[in-house]
């Protein structure tokens, strides 16, 4: 069956249907004018993110069921960013009328799949035809207790830190781009798995926030040199990272070697690798890093130093010599 | 200048200047991660709307800057269905890069009078590149004292009544499909304004959910006929509806005949006419409607009356024959 054989009302109806009852904060749900939830804590935060058939993602090269997860994790990753707590998602969905529905189904199974794993509930949202792809808008609200982290806030000689593995989605889009690479399945999976199904760094951010060591964050979508700049540009400092420093995996390494690229430009300039960045007061930053780690079992690596404006954003070599890096992610160029 | 020449950080930046400082309690606004701001009061309301070019507006019969108010106003209403006060809204822009930067400018113009006229601030969101057309997801949040006003609510015995006139939308598209139609400007243009430009009930809400005196309520997207069949099926009850009671106005009468059309179904199957449909307990029905057009300007009028479930939704002519309706609109039909 065909969502235009359903029709928009019954696929709301069976949307509706698998969502289920909402949890108990949620006065209304799915199929009404809007969501509504009781709310009584203290900062808002509110996200949005459009994901495009052909632009953000391929049918080719991802399930549906990865394609819903992804189109949720990208907008927890966003509050995960603040050091907030995701509550709730609404989503608007544009799907083809000669779509199957079962394709809908499993869309919604990988939005549901990512949304039990940090206790989201989805509330509905809107529906319509698209003329010839998907296209995707999931809003996540959420909150954090006082002030969220931002992009400002970062100052001179504060450390610079980054959560998980580095360019392990960039070196993952480019196996799948090739289609088949001559590297062990073991070491190409987990690459292609970073890049089709990222972990949003939820509760490390939380308790990156919650330390008050952290001077300001922002989650790694478009590469590390194009995120870094945005701190220095809305802190109003420079920045200087060591490359050496930068956590790329053995894997990442093993493909980049075979299919002759550098891994530090995955690392420095490929994007979507969905993990946090952040400054802190050098003087935590150690204990910060340890007790993420401890507490989530991901790693926290010092990559470099908050430095005055005046010195640029500068990724240096183990000479301490400046490396050139390629401009990150720009959605129009 | 094009959006691609601008880059996406040029246009991000060039948006937050338009916008300029936003209001005290927006912690952050444009140009983080997600939009944060203080959330003292009781139920957050949240709606989401996505809009396609050649789908749900065409840039042949309305200016991008009527685009971008319309697209806030849709969600305004839905926030004005639930008797709730819109606050935020986000916004995420999906536009060709080829498009031109104050074609855009134009599309936030719109987006500014609508967001000024009902106190809304506008707190970013995402932007990035269509391959084709635009496509524009308003999210608003917004806030009720106390349990909203849904869809489901309505009782057998209540009155059903609605805001401003019914048709007029319809009306309006028509003519606009049309080009030039046989009717004087001053008639037609009231009409193709009110498709293009519809005017969000958000005060009327406000009274009517303060009243305390309605049981549900809807705004009308999809044309009387369906969101009747919303309401009467979200409360379990059914209803009737006297034609002769619609409000339907003098110019929505006159295109009508020139064209040959039957206006009643303009009003009662044509959308977009974004009035509130409610339900009221019989007794204060009348206060009501007096109340909200003394304070507002706004006729209210009593179409109809909510009947049990097995009497189903009909609409009746003068001798109360039952008269057959068009289904509403499927956005997948």
Known sequence: MTVGELGERGLIERIRQRLGPPPKDVLVGVGDDAAAVTWTRGTLLLTTDMLLEEVHFRRSTATLREIGAKSLAVNLSDIAAMGGEPRF??????????????????????????????????????????????????????????????????????????????????????????????????????????????TPRVREGRLIHASGAATAMIDLSDGLATDL?????ESGVGAEVRLAALPVSDGTRQLAAVLGIDPWSWAVSGGEDYELLLTAMPQHAATLA????????????????????????????????????????????
Chains 1, 2 share one sequence.
């Open 290 to 333: 340890t007790r993420v780690t401890t507490e989530t079992g991901t790693p926290v690596s010092v990559i470099g130093e908050v430095r005055p404006a005046d010195e640029g954003v500068r990724f240096l070599d183990e000479g301490r010599r400046q490396v050139p890096v390629r401009p990150g992610f720009d959605h129009f160029a």
């Open 89 to 198: 998602a609404v989503v608007a969905l544009a799907v083809p009328p000669a779509m199957r529905v079962v394709d809908v189904d499993e869309l919604y199974a990988g939005l549901e799949d990512m949304a039990r794993g940090h206790a989201v509930a989805l509330l509905g949202g809107d529906t319509c035809a698209a003329p010839h792809q998907m296209v995707l808008t999931v809003t996540v609200a959420g909150h954090t207790d006082g002030a969220p982290l931002c992009r400002r806030g970062a100052r001179p000689g504060d450390a610079i830190l980054v959560t998980g593995v580095l360019g392990a989605a960039a070196a993952g889009l480019a196996a799948l781009e090739r289609g088949t690479v001559p590297v062990a399945a073991d070491v190409v999976k987990p690459l292609q798995h970073a890049h089709r199904m990222p």
């Open 229 to 233: 700049a945005h701190i220095a540009r």
